[in-house]
C-alpha cells in the first residue's frame, strides 16, 4: 500500500452533555451516540455535509472525546448551565472531523452555521484548524514485471 498525504483542516466542536450519557460512553455504550437526542442531533447536522470526514470509501469520519468544560459565568450572560459569577464544570463530547482544505469559504460558513444554530451553549466552543496533513492509504499502482510478495 502507498501512504499519501492530503491537505484537510480540522473541526472540532466541544458539546455540552448529561452526566448520564457521559458515564455510558466512558463505558463504551456506543448506543449512548443515537439515544442522546443533542449528540444525535449534532451528528445528524453534520452528516448533511458531505465534504466533512470524507475519507473516499470511508464517509462521514470522526473521533471523540469525553472530558469536562470549565467556566464562570459574568454578569450579563444568560448561561444554560449554572449561574451567574460560580465556577461551573459540564461533562462534555468532543467531536472531531476533517474536510479538504480546498474547500471553499462559503461551504465551511454553511456547516459553521448549523452548528452554531444547533449549539446549546450561548458561546459555543468550536475550533477551526488547518491546513494540516492526514494520511491515508491507496494501493499502490501494479507494474508490470512486479512480483507478488
Aim: hydrophobic share 45%.
Amino acid at each position: 500500500m502507498d501512504v499519501q498525504l492530503h491537505a484537510v483542516r480540522k473541526l472540532r466542536v466541544h458539546w455540552p452533555i448529561s452526566g448520564t450519557t457521559f458515564a455510558q460512553l466512558a463505558k463504551g455504550e456506543a448506543d449512548a451516540f443515537r439515544n442522546d437526542p443533542d449528540i444525535a442531533a449534532l451528528l445528524q447536522a453534520l452528516a448533511q455535509f458531505q465534504e466533512l470526514g470524507d475519507f473516499g470509501n470511508y464517509k462521514h469520519v470522526f473521533e471523540s472525546g469525553l472530558g469536562f468544560e470549565g467556566f464562570t459565568t459574568a454578569e450579563g450572560a444568560n448561561p444554560t448551565l449554572g449561574r451567574v459569577g460560580e465556577q461551573t464544570l459540564s461533562p462534555t463530547f468532543v467531536f472531531t472531523t476533517y474536510f479538504a482544505a480546498s474547500l471553499e469559504d462559503a461551504a465551511v460558513e454553511r456547516f459553521m452555521r448549523q452548528i452554531v444554530d444547533i449549539h446549546p451553549w450561548e458561546v459555543p466552543v468550536i475550533e477551526l484548524e488547518g491546513p494540516l496533513s492526514v494520511t491515508s492509504t491507496a494501493l499502490a499502482p501494479i507494474t508490470k514485471g512486479a512480483s507478488a510478495s
